[in-house]
């Protein structure tokens, strides 16, 4: 497809358990960023990868959280030894203008359920 | 820490209603975006506002950017139950290539 693709959609799982989400941006965009977004809450940045540069981590709320983006694609977000607390809905987004902020193209979002 | 507040939080108004939600800041914004989000889709940009003072508008939509750019302001025109959806605003953060969003304003059309 021609938008940011996200797997799983839905996710629940049982306290303790590890879980990975996956995000396919959008073919030639340098920029990938993951978000995380709370009931009631705005979009709270977790991590930005662009093209080969070490990534802006400092989002990421734990060490429990960690992400990858491999051959400048497709990226996953691992959260580790889940808690409640993680229940959210987690956010890719990828852009094409590198160091300048421009638009960024969503995908639809992972929802995760921690049991 | 840059911060961007919306209000109102929720606003639920009648079919063919004008309103206005904010977005503001005590910090300086270089420019700042506007996005709507659907249930169960990710944010999609309206409009980025980078002049202060400027003023752009999308159809039934305007966006204002305030003059010292620390504060925007959204107006829409005769509300349909179409533009139902939580706002969004989003500036970068100064230092590093994220972008800040508010904790947006959740608007309800009734038809």
């Known amino acids: 497809g021609a938008g940011v693709s996200q797997s799983p959609s839905n996710k629940v799982t049982e306290k303790g358990k590890d879980v990975e989400l996956r995000c396919d941006p959008i073919s030639g965009h340098t920029a990938l960023y993951w978000y995380r977004q709370s009931l009631g809450q705005g979009l709270e940045f977790l991590i930005y990868?662009?093209?080969?540069?070490?990534?802006?981590k400092s989002g990421l709320p734990s060490d429990r959280f960690s992400a990858e983006r491999t051959g400048g694609s497709v990226s996953t977000l691992t959260i580790q030894r889940t808690q409640q607390e993680d229940s959210a809905v987690y956010l890719c987004?990828?852009?094409?203008?590198?160091?300048?902020?421009?638009?960024?193209?969503f995908g639809e979002g992972s929802r995760l359920t921690v049991l | 820490t840059q911060l961007l507040e919306q209000s109102p939080q929720f606003l639920s108004i009648q079919e063919g209603e004008n309103l206005t939600v904010y977005c503001n800041s005590s910090s300086v914004f270089s420019s700042l975006q506007w996005y709507r989000q659907e249930p169960g889709e990710g944010p999609v940009l309206l409009v980025t506002?980078?002049?202060?003072?400027e003023v752009k508008k999308l159809k039934r939509l305007t966006f204002q950017f305030g003059d010292a750019r620390k504060d925007s302001s959204l107006h829409i025109t005769a509300a349909q139950p179409g533009d139902t959806g939580l706002y969004l605003c989003?500036?970068?953060?100064?230092?590093?290539?994220?972008?800040?969003f508010g904790k947006g304003t959740k608007l309800s059309v009734i038809p």
């Open positions: 506002v980078v002049t202060g003072g």
């Open positions: 989003a500036g970068p953060t100064a230092g590093s290539y994220q972008l800040t």
């Open positions: 990868f662009q093209g080969n540069s070490a990534p802006d």
């Open positions: 987004a990828s852009s094409s203008l590198g160091l300048n902020t421009g638009e960024l193209f």
